[in-house]
């Protein structure tokens, strides 16, 4: 699923690599038939999904933490600190000198929030992601929904930031390495600051709970008992996923828009939890499902080389084609790429043990240098 979730987060960011996407209505910017349809196709099957499902894969993960620490005798509550200290630091660097998209200090200040909840019991996790994925956003999206139908001119007016879009597109295609820092903090305070890191906690805190909740019941470990449960779930946050994500398509109106990204997102990630389980089922899936485990291995190195390329590519820095990309060429870019990262993964993972930001994350984590070099290998 790792893998899965990369390639999806790519797909996303990639639309911020190469524009100003945090400013700019993308139904308007992207006016050619190519770019419009690999814009609507990456916002209904992978915006505001595949952060949700790592977020999923954050709260498994977890839980499937403790449990080996606690079997080798560690403190659980003292290392699972380290390693979110370690992600912020992570997180810091990614946000302020690569890319200031970084979802890695939002999972760390989150983790230790999810932290309190480790003992829970799985009914009460399961209590908690349902009243803060459900209740909030109803509300909230509720609230949005009248205030665009009593004022639709006033609400038209926020689409589009026309000053930050042009400041974008010089300072990213044109700017200094410290100018391009500068514009990485405004975007990065814009996307987290004030009510909006309250947007994010509802969007993804949910789904850590439920990770969390899944591993308590080991519903991953052994699917083919809960082969019905998976279907149901399929069949229903596809329903329900799919509905939040395309009839907002047809309207303007500010609520539909926030539950597009709010509950569409977190439907549609549990129908890919659900479809990839099922899919483990069966054996003539497995040729497809091997590349996306090569890179679910390497994930967190392969989500900061996917920066690290983007920024390289557009930034004045590098090739500087930031503005000068459509939504249709950055999506074969992000196949050629992830292509790319499947390969190296196979060449990675034949001689070690441990992807390189993975390596150093355990080392940081355990408080001692690990054995990087896969055994018999020179």
Known sequence: MRGFAILGIFFVNMLAFHSPFLYLNPQSWWKSSPDYY???FID??????????????FGFGMIIFKERAVKRGFSFVRLFMKRL???LIFGVIHAFFIWHGDILITYALFGFILLLFHKAKSRTLLIW???LLLIPSLLIGGMLFMASILSPTEWSTLVENQEMIKRSLHV??????LDITRQRFIDWTYVNGNENIVFIFLSLFPMFLLGAYTAKKKWLSHVELHKRAFMTGAFLSFIAGFAFKIIPLFSDNAGLLYLQDALGGPFVAIFYICMMALASLHKVLKPIMIPFSLV????LSHYLFQSVIGTLLFYSYGLGLYGKTGAFTGTIMVVVIFSFQV???????????????????KIATYG???????????
């Open 296 to 299: 679910g291995r390497l994930s």
């Open 343 to 361: 390969i190296i993964s196979k060449m990675w993972l034949k001689r070690y043990r441990f992807g390189p930001i993975e390596w150093i994350w």
């Open 44 to 57: 209904i099957f992978a915006q505001s999904s595949f952060y949700t499902l790592f977020s999923f894969l």
């Open 38 to 40: 690999a814009y609507i």
């Open 85 to 87: 200290l370690s992600l």
């Open 172 to 177: 990213y295609s044109s700017g200094t390495y």
């Open 129 to 131: 992601t349902s009243a």
């Open 368 to 378: 001692k240098k690990t054995e990087l070099l896969k055994k018999g290998v020179d």
